[in-house]
């Protein structure tokens, strides 16, 4: 079967479905089921499987079927196949320049402010259809979701009924914290800070810990 195109690919995950359970996929790293991803996304099995069966045929999941010992037809599970970026980018010289413009505390605030804004709208994307099923207390779900594909690589613990500690193992900035400490930081605590507000229902940050164990930051967030 010939590669698909990057047309195809983007025409697959422009359907806020498909995008959903790509993210889904992705995040989950390990093969899942139906009846998972129709739990977690809040839609019919059978209204799931055609829009798997597409994204299949992108080329960007896979079926496998299931190991278990259960008598009967074996379960078919789905995994993400991750497709590898186009070459000739170099956005690591891009954003070298473009960070060399934003100088002094005015410049951060602003940063801080725009990333907050992109925060917002990057977890809004995920958010329930109306008429979903509304979960009792935070949806960390779709949170870790949009964390995840910022390219946090989130761990989720709660620590009561209102409050969530966060791990981030991952910091997608973090190729220019050396040499930009200040302004990537505060890029990073506003992408942060949108994503937990724009999140249903909304949280707040209480704490944050950057880099608390070699590129562990931290996060604890109520509602």
Known sequence: MPEPSDLEVHKALADDTRHRLYRYLRLSRRPVSVRELSARLSL????????????????????????????GRPQTLYVAIEREEGEGRDYRLLADILTG??????ARERAHDLARDWGEY?????????GARKPSGPNLALLQEAL??????????????RIVEITLRHCPFRDLAEEHGDLVCAIHRGLLEGMLGGSRPPLRMTEFLPLTDRQVCRIIART
């Open 148 to 161: 995840a594909e910022a390219g946090f690589d989130p761990r989720f613990r709660r620590k009561g009924t």
């Open 122 to 130: 990057l977890v809004g994307r995920s958010v329930p259809k109306p």
């Open 44 to 71: 019919h099995p059978n209204t799931l499987r055609p829009h798997l069966r597409r994204l299949e045929e992108a080329g960007l999941v896979a079926t496998e079927a299931s190991k278990g010992a259960t008598v």
């Open 101 to 106: 413009l934003l100088t002094g505390a005015r």
